[in-house]
């Protein structure tokens, strides 16, 4: 049975709980154990499937097809275990599934409240493939003190009550600020956290505590001495210059064996962390620089594009590059303002959805067909470039996507993009309509692509015939064009298995042009880089040469 660790933050929010939850699981990876991380967030959404990139950074999907939040991306690239619909839930999901129980009868006429009813659904969520690893990492979104937490706070606090002895630990993560007026970093605020937990039952056994200025001694052992925890057991975190340096990083400041202590597993085994130290070295002993655009529309919030920007710095820790990427507003592209895609050795579009800036990624795409510039397209960036072929080589000059048409509520665009109403999963057909509801309707999850042999994208999965990577979307390229944008030079170089949905396309005569349907840089990890990403940068630093 797995021993458990819950993972709770105070003081302020984006404290990188996310983060220190996968450095603590590649560590204890590192030491010979098998984990699995969890995500409970507080918020009412059932999946943040619905929500803005601005409201919440990007959406990571699962092989399964779920729809979670970025924070699973992290669990991911840190410790190379694919996340699973079990691996996230929030409140929305539990309130839906103790109300359809209620409405189905299940409780057998009691009044639903929320213990032990919601706090039981959240402990069942818990528990599921309890027996499959050595530790669970359950980390808590959201600040103690946040109203919306209180049924997970109080479900965690009966799960360790129900739990043998030394089976749960907590962690707690916290700030301490520094005030430059006196020159002091402040234990106050993390007193308070702490007592805000001890309230609600929950006792920290370690503290982790972010800091941009040194800890002293003294100011742990004050922690220690009115948190009630033990010395070795106040782990400061600094600012890192890459999260990737966080596995070191916590090893040093003793993370891992401070929650090892406190399961009283010792001796403990030595860590290996020869996979670190070489990611480090990959990433500290770059011998080169290229620079990428990338060109979408919620470039405001970098978090939105946060797996693109990481398979970059994978792609290049492949190549032994360093990218340097710039974020550029797809809606700035529009009309003539192609120009500021100068100088970059290589361009990707990233996914989205609606119209706004889309004529911009139009314009990349052209941009780079023409220049010879090396070009990923995922997703919408796919479409775009579909489009643009269209438009300027297969004599269509009204070619657009259902999308946009649906959006505008007026026919506008010969569609060579349109709504995805039917495909295989499995062994049975799902079928869409418009008016579904929109969340969780999407094509969802790890699909199977067959590719042309001798292409340049199976060249970049070392001559595979056929890969499988996660997809998010519900427009698809039409392949009724297929045999017209062919004869034009744009050549679909992946289709879905039953050859009806266009997976890739890239032109022949250009040095390295790739749209695809899916999200590679989902699976990409820092020390298993995702191929597409790898040949981009490498395209990109043959462009670089050339330029």
């Not at 799902?430 to 969780?440: A, P, W």
Request: proline share 5%; net charge negative; charged share 25%.
């Amino acid at each position: 049975m797995a021993r458990y660790i819950f993972i709770t933050g105070g003081v302020v929010s984006s404290l990188g709980k996310g983060l220190a939850s996968a450095a603590l699981g590649a560590l204890l990876q590192a030491r010979g154990f098998t984990v699995r991380l969890r995500k409970l967030d507080p918020y009412l959404n059932v999946d943040p499937g619905t929500m803005s990139p601005f409201e919440h950074g990007e959406v990571f999907v699962t092989d399964d097809g779920a729809e979670t939040d970025l924070d699973l991306g992290h669990y991911e690239r840190f410790t190379g275990v694919s996340a699973r619909k079990t691996d996230s839930v929030s409140s929305g999901r539990i309130y839906s599934n103790v109300l359809e129980k209620e409405r189905r009868g299940a409780y057998l006429g009691k009044t639903i409240q929320v213990i032990p009813h919601v706090t039981n659904e959240i402990k069942d969520f818990l528990s599921v493939g309890e027996d499959e690893v050595d530790f669970m990492l359950c980390e808590i979104g959201g600040t103690v003190g946040d109203i919306e937490g209180l049924p997970f706070f109080e479900a965690i606090r009966q799960f360790a009550q129900e739990r043998p002895r030394g089976q749960c630990v907590f962690m707690h993560l916290t700030l301490l600020p520094y005030l430059a007026a006196s020159g002091e970093l402040k234990t106050k605020p993390t007193q308070h956290s702490v007592k805000e937990l001890r309230s609600i039952g929950l006792q920290p056994d370690v503290l982790v505590c972010r800091s941009e200025q040194p800890i002293p001694e003294k100011e742990r052992a004050k922690i220690a001495l009115f948190c009630n925890v033990r010395p070795d057991a106040v782990i400061p975190a600094y600012d890192l210059k890459s999260i990737y340096e966080a596995p070191l990083a916590y090893h040093r400041a003793g993370l891992d064996q401070a929650v090892l202590d406190a399961f009283q597993i010792s001796p403990a085994p030595r860590p290996d962390l020869t996979r670190w130290e070489d990611v480090m070295d990959r990433l500290t002993n770059a011998e080169g620089v290229v620079k990428v655009a990338i060109v979408g529309k919620y470039v405001q919030l970098e978090d939105a594009y946060k797996s693109i920007s990481e398979a970059l710095t994978h792609g290049g820790m492949a190549n032994r590059v360093r990218v340097k990427t710039d974020w550029v507003d797809s809606e700035k592209l529009e009309g003539e303002g192609a120009h500021l895609l100068d100088g970059y050795n290589g361009i990707i579009v990233p996914g989205g959805f609606g119209e706004r800036g889309t004529e911009g990624m139009v314009a990349a795409a052209k941009y780079a067909r023409e220049k010879k510039v090396p070009y990923l397209g995922i997703c919408l960036g796919m479409q775009m470039a579909v489009i643009e072929a269209a438009r300027n080589l297969a004599d269509m000059p009204d070619a657009g996507s259902e999308e946009f048409d649906h959006e505008a509520g007026e026919t506008r665009f010969t569609p060579v993009v349109y709504h995805l109403k039917e495909w295989v999963q499995g062994n049975y057909t799902v079928q869409r309509k418009l008016s579904d509801d929109k969340g969780g309707t999407m094509r969802l999850g790890a699909y199977t692509a067959v590719l042309e042999p001798g292409s340049k994208i199976s060249e970049a999965y070392d001559g595979a015939l056929e890969i499988e990577d996660r997809h998010r979307h519900r427009y698809e390229v039409d392949a009724k064009y297929r045999k017209q944008l062919e004869e034009a030079g744009l050549s679909f170089s992946g289709m879905s298995p039953d050859g009806r949905l266009p997976e890739a396309v890239e032109y022949g005569d250009h040095p390295w042009f790739i749209g695809v349907q899916s999200h590679p840089e989902l699976k990409s990890k820092p020390f298993e880089p995702a191929p597409l990403f790898a040949g981009f940068v490498r395209a990109a630093m043959e462009n670089e040469r050339l330029v």
